[in-house]
Nanobody, 120 residues
Framework: QVQVVESGGGSVQAGGSLRLSCVASGSIFSFHAMRWYRQAPGKQRELVAG???????NYADFVKGRFTISINYAKRTLYLQMNSLKPEDTAVYYC??????????????WGQGTQVTVSS
C-alpha cells in the first residue's frame, strides 16, 4: 500500500516563505512523476507544479518565479519551496504521486493535504 503524507503548511504573512514536504512510503516499483496541487475554498483543485522521473519540471503560470519543486528520490520526498507568498496562494496543498507499485497498475496516490494560509 502506497501512502503519501504532506507536511510543512502553516500561516505566514504576504511576502513570506514556506517549504512543503511530501513523503511517499510503501512498496513502490517506479516513480513516474510527482506533483503539487492546491484547492482554495469554493474553487477547483489546480495543478501547481510537477516533476517527472527524469527531472523535468513544470509550473503553473501563477507560481513561476516564486515556487520551486524538487525531489529526493533516495528519501522518496517531494518538496515545494514557496517564496514571495501572496494571499491568493491560500489553499490546501495536496501531493500527488504517480507511481507503479508491484503487481499493481500505474496509479495516482494522494495525500490528505496541508493548509497554507497567507495573510495580507
Amino acid at each position: 500500500q502506497v501512502q503519501v503524507v504532506e507536511s510543512g503548511g502553516g500561516s505566514v504573512q504576504a511576502g513570506g516563505s514556506l517549504r512543503l514536504s511530501c513523503v511517499a512510503s510503501g512498496s513502490i516499483f517506479s516513480f513516474h512523476a510527482m506533483r503539487w496541487y492546491r484547492q482554495a475554498p469554493g474553487k477547483q483543485r489546480e495543478l501547481v507544479a510537477g516533476i517527472s522521473s527524469g527531472g523535468a519540471t513544470n509550473y503553473a503560470d501563477f507560481v513561476k518565479g516564486r515556487f520551486t519543486i524538487s525531489i529526493n528520490y533516495a528519501k522518496r520526498t517531494l518538496y515545494l519551496q514557496m517564496n514571495s507568498l501572496k494571499p491568493e496562494d491560500t489553499a490546501v496543498y495536496y501531493c500527488n504521486a504517480d507511481v507503479t507499485a508491484p503487481s499493481r497498475p500505474r496509479t495516482d496516490y494522494w495525500g490528505q493535504g496541508t493548509q497554507v494560509t497567507v495573510s495580507s
